[in-house]
Nanobody, 117 residues
Framework: QAQLVESGGGLVQPGGSLRLSCAASGIIFSMYTMGWYRQAPGKQRELVAAITGDGNTMYADSVKGRFTISRDNARNTVYLQMNSLKSEDTAVYYC???????????WGQGTQVTVSS
């Protein structure tokens, strides 16, 4: 059974950094495009960043230059390095996996990121 487990969220001051991790199991990791989404209170879930199996990346305009997505196919893990955090980055962050052929998808349970002084 496929499972995505996020970790690394927490409370950080503005300007600080966090690194989120998402460990995948039960899937052929390299066959999935991995993404990070976030959902702030009262807002729709939005795509933050994504990375293909061969390492191509994309970012939302709001995080370009501050966030970096990466993956380790040997460890079945995707990361989101978040630097220069702002209060508007506060949200629950979700890991997402989408199969490159079938488009079948999985979600993690989410991890809270709070940016506040």
């Amino acid at each position: 059974q496929a499972q995505l487990v996020e970790s690394g969220g927490g409370l950080v001051q503005p300007g600080g950094s966090l690194r989120l991790s998402c460990a995948a199991s039960g899937i052929i990791f390299s066959m999935y495009t991995m993404g990070w989404y976030r959902q702030a209170p009262g807002k729709q879930r939005e795509l933050v960043a994504a990375i293909t199996g061969d390492g191509n990346t994309m970012y939302a305009d709001s995080v370009k230059g501050r966030f970096t997505i990466s993956r380790d196919n040997a460890r079945n893990t995707v990361y989101l390095q978040m630097n220069s955090l702002k209060s508007e980055d506060t949200a629950v962050y979700y890991c997402n996996a989408v199969h490159i052929v079938t488009r079948g998808k999985y979600w993690g349970q989410g991890t809270q990121v709070t940016v506040s002084s």
